[in-house]
Every structure is written in structure tokens, then in C-alpha cells.
């Protein structure tokens, strides 16, 4: 049985891995449906790398493979300032938008589902986030991923 937006968190090795999204997808063709997966993975190493990868396959589990192998070629340097963001930062993606700010020690991550799942595989424990925009999971994880790639080092 698929379970839709199901959640999993495994630790491979030295990576942080979580199933954000499972998407059931659908083809007409002429000899019948073509069903498939559809699943996107988020990966770090809650050092200051994160990664995201959207995999498709027949089954789940080679979905989550394809996606997991993906991000974790593409993963993004991260930059930090103790267990928080350097300033605050605001990214429109597409529909969505997402601003980040930096919260002082002990505050812990104050973020929605899909932005916490990234924000914590990046090792950040204090932050304070709100999406704006769209509900759609797989807009405000890139948006999230292009707003930590955006963020620089203040002197």
C-alpha cells in the first residue's frame, strides 16, 4: 500500500536522509495506465551540506534510491553563524516564497513541515522561518534550498 506525503527518516552512514513527498503519478497510454512514483528526499550531513532529490520509479523503494543518489551529488554548502543563519533572507521560487531569520541560541527551529526537513538535514537548530505563497511541499523545499545556497558570510 503507498501512503501519500508519507515521512521517513533513516540514517545512512554519514547522511541524514528524509522522504518528504510520495507522489502517486499517472499516464494514459494506448495500452493502458502507466502508473509510477514519484518521491523527493532530502539529504545532508547536519554539518552544513544539504542536498534534494526528486527520484521516479515503478516502486518506492527504487524511487527513493534514485532520489537519495541524486541529492546527494548535488549537495550545497551551507553557511553558518553558530547554530543559526547569518542575517535574515527572503527567496521567491516559482509560486513560493520563504523567509528565513536567524533566532537566538536555544529558540530550536521554528519552521513549517517542509522547511524544517531541510533546515534541520542542514544542521541549523535555531531558526525562525514562515512560507509564504504556496502549500505545495516540493515549491518550498527548492525555495528553502536556493534561499540557504542565497545566504552569505557577514563580517
Not at 541524514?16 to 550531513?45: A, I, P, W
Not at 534550498?145 to 557577514?154: N, T, W
Amino acid at each position: 500500500m503507498i501512503v501519500k506525503n508519507q515521512s521517513v527518516n533513516t540514517e545512512l552512514g554519514e547522511y541524514f536522509e528524509r522522504v518528504v513527498q510520495v507522489n502517486r503519478v499517472s499516464k494514459k497510454t494506448k495500452g493502458g495506465d502507466r502508473r509510477s512514483l514519484s518521491v523527493l528526499v532530502v539529504v545532508g550531513d547536519k554539518k552544513g551540506r544539504v542536498g534534494v532529490g526528486l527520484g521516479k520509479a515503478q516502486d518506492v523503494q527504487s524511487a527513493v534510491r534514485k532520489a537519495t543518489s541524486y541529492a546527494k551529488k548535488h549537495l550545497i554548502e551551507v553557511v553558518l553563524k553558530g547554530t543559526s543563519i547569518p542575517h535574515q533572507i527572503l527567496v521567491k521560487k516559482g509560486a513560493a516564497k520563504v523567509l528565513l531569520k536567524p533566532a537566538p541560541v536555544g529558540s530550536g527551529v521554528i519552521a513549517g513541515g517542509a522547511v524544517r526537513v531541510v533546515v534541520e538535514a542542514a544542521g541549523i537548530h535555531d531558526i525562525v522561518s514562515k512560507t509564504l505563497g504556496t502549500k505545495n511541499k516540493a515549491s518550498n523545499v527548492y525555495a528553502t534550498l536556493e534561499a540557504l545556497g542565497k545566504l552569505r558570510k557577514i563580517i
